[in-house]
Nanobody, 118 residues
Framework: QRQLVESGGGLAQAGGSLRLSCRAQ???????????MGWYRQAPGLEREQVAI???????NYANSVKGRFTISRDNAKRTAYLQMGSLKPEDTAAYYC?????????WGQGTQVTVSS
């Protein structure tokens, strides 16, 4: 059973927008609101890189490459984290993975593909 379920990937044109969602399954949710959530991405032939994270205190951190274009947020009532992506560029093309840390453990989603055409 997948612990984190992602959705929202797909094809977009350069300059367009997409929103990714990541819902944590109830089975691992002791205290979702305290967990750190994050989005990572991995393009073919490259290492996985951190895109954005949001802590339980709503502190955020972004990769320089996406600052001002992407926004990470969370809805604790829905046990969901979001990544709003705007001003998309072809170099944003990658598989995007949701991450959650809880009680010293790290959970990953299955990944969702984002493809940006020029």
């Amino acid at each position: 059973q997948r612990q984190l379920v992602e959705s929202g990937g797909g094809l977009a044109q350069a300059g367009g927008s997409l929103r990714l969602s990541c819902r944590a399954q109830r089975s691992i949710l002791s205290v979702f609101s305290g967990n750190t959530m994050g989005w990572y991405r991995q393009a073919p032939g490259l290492e996985r890189e951190q895109v954005a994270i949001i802590t339980g205190d709503y502190n955020t951190n972004y990769a320089n490459s996406v600052k001002g274009r992407f926004t990470i947020s969370r809805d604790n009532a829905k046990r969901t984290a979001y990544l709003q992506m705007g001003s998309l560029k072809p170099e944003d093309t990658a598989a995007y993975y949701c991450m959650m840390t809880q009680g010293g453990q790290t959970f990953w989603g299955q990944g969702t593909q984002v493809t940006v055409s020029s």
